[in-house]
Each structure stands twice: as C-alpha cells, then as structure tokens.
C-alpha cells in the first residue's frame, strides 16, 4: 500500500469537505437571517420588502447547496437544512396571510424535511396574523385562517415517520396542534364578545327608539 499517496489523497478530499463547509455556511447563515426579516415583513404588510428578502434568501440558499453539490453529506447537515426550513416558511407564511396559494417543496427547491417543519412554523406565523384580525375584529378572515392552519395540521399529523428522517417533525407537529388549540379559544372568546356587543347595541338602540 502507498501509504504516502494515501495519505495525499485524504488530505485532498478533507480540504475538499472543509473548503465546503466553510463557503455554506455563511451562506445558509444569510439564508435564515433573510427569511426571518422576511416574515417580520409579512406581518407588518410590506409584502414587496417581503418579497424582496425572500429572493435574497433563496440567492444566498441556492448559493449554500451549490457549494456543497459534490459532497451530500453536508447538504444534510443542520445549518443547510435549518436554512431551508426558514425559507420555506417564509414563503408559506407569505402565501397564508396574502391567501394565495401555497407553495410545494419541488417549488421551492428546497428537501422536504425542511419543508415541512418550515409549514409547521409556518402555522405559528399564522396565529400571529389571526391575533392580528382579532385585534381590527376581521373574524371572519381570522375564521378562515384557522380553516387552512387545521388543513395544515392535517397534512403534518399523517407525516408518521421516524425522527431522523423527518427533523423532529412530530415535536413540531404537537406544537402545532397546541397552536390551533390556543387560536380557537382566542377566536370564540372574540366571537362572544362580538356577538355580546351586538347585543348592546341593538339594546341601546331599542331604548333609544321607545324614548
């Protein structure tokens, strides 16, 4: 055995690997940074500036797994997936509160490990913008918003496979379902209250008409 050429070609090919490595990693690191102003933008309804950090996530995401194409073992590692994860819930966040329709994993180009715990984040997001509604008393957006969270939910609950393929999606899928529990309660106090302000009002009104 020629231990020396050995020796060489190993060194190679871990350069190779930390070279890699250190060429995702930022990028998957502006990724994520991207995705969350994304969000932040969705909720305060600047949905061009949303738009715009989405495309800056995706170029520094596309950026990221084109650096580690050669070496598959890193694009399963945790900073590329993680990053995948938030963009794709800032993509679907985007969709959930503009009620369009929502983007598929094939769309995204993103795995669909990721992609499915970035919908169950996702749904987080969405009872965020329903406490919104509650707040300016749209119930019946905020209504239908709960609809398509528990279709997400839905989806989450068949995925019934073991952790390490799915990136701990079933953890993210009990928060999820505790979520929506949450947000149903919000939204039927708010129905009450509505319904109970109704009633005074067309009290007060009967009093004022038989005055």
């Given at each position: 055995m020629?231990?020396?050429g050995?020796?060489?070609?190993?060194?190679?090919?871990f350069?190779?690997?930390?070279?890699?490595?250190e060429r995702?990693i930022?990028?998957?690191?502006r990724?994520i940074?991207?995705?969350a102003?994304?969000?932040?933008?969705?909720?305060?309804?600047?949905l061009d500036?949303?738009d715009?950090l989405?495309?800056e996530?995706r170029?520094?995401?596309v950026t990221?797994?084109?650096a580690?194409?050669?070496?598959?073992d890193?694009?399963?590692?945790?900073?590329?997936?993680?990053?995948?994860k938030?963009?794709?819930?800032a993509?679907?966040?985007r969709a959930l509160?503009?009620?369009?329709?929502l983007?598929?994993p094939?769309?995204?180009?993103v795995?669909?490990?990721?992609?499915l715990n970035g919908?169950?984040?996702?749904i987080?997001?969405?009872?965020?913008?329903?406490?919104d509604?509650?707040?300016?008393?749209?119930?019946?957006?905020a209504?239908a918003?709960?609809d398509t969270?528990e279709?997400?939910?839905?989806?989450l609950?068949?995925m019934?496979?073991?952790?390490?393929?799915?990136?701990?999606l079933?953890r993210?899928?009990?928060?999820?379902?505790?979520?929506?529990?949450?947000t149903?309660?919000?939204?039927?106090?708010?129905?009450?209250?509505?319904?109970?302000r109704?009633?005074?009002d067309?009290h007060?009104?009967e009093l004022r008409?038989?005055?």
């Amino acid at each position: 055995m020629d231990l020396e050429g050995l020796v060489a070609e190993l060194h190679h090919r871990f350069d190779a690997l930390v070279s890699a490595r250190e060429r995702a990693i930022p990028s998957a690191r502006r990724s994520i940074r991207s995705s969350a102003n994304s969000i932040r933008a969705v909720h305060r309804g600047e949905l061009d500036r949303a738009d715009a950090l989405i495309e800056e996530s995706r170029a520094a995401l596309v950026t990221g797994l084109d650096a580690v194409i050669d070496h598959p073992d890193l694009r399963a590692a945790g900073y590329l997936q993680d990053a995948q994860k938030e963009y794709a819930e800032a993509h679907v966040t985007r969709a959930l509160v503009a009620g369009e329709p929502l983007p598929g994993p094939g769309d995204l180009g993103v795995d669909d490990a990721p992609y499915l715990n970035g919908v169950a984040e996702a749904i987080g997001e969405g009872r965020r913008h329903i406490l919104d509604l509650l707040r300016t008393g749209e119930l019946d957006r905020a209504n239908a918003m709960l609809d398509t969270l528990e279709e997400l939910y839905g989806v989450l609950v068949t995925m019934d496979y073991p952790d390490a393929i799915t990136m701990n999606l079933r953890r993210a899928t009990d928060v999820s379902r505790s979520l929506i529990e949450k947000t149903r309660g919000d939204l039927s106090i708010s129905v009450v209250q509505k319904d109970l302000r109704d009633a005074l009002d067309r009290h007060a009104d009967e009093l004022r008409g038989s005055s």
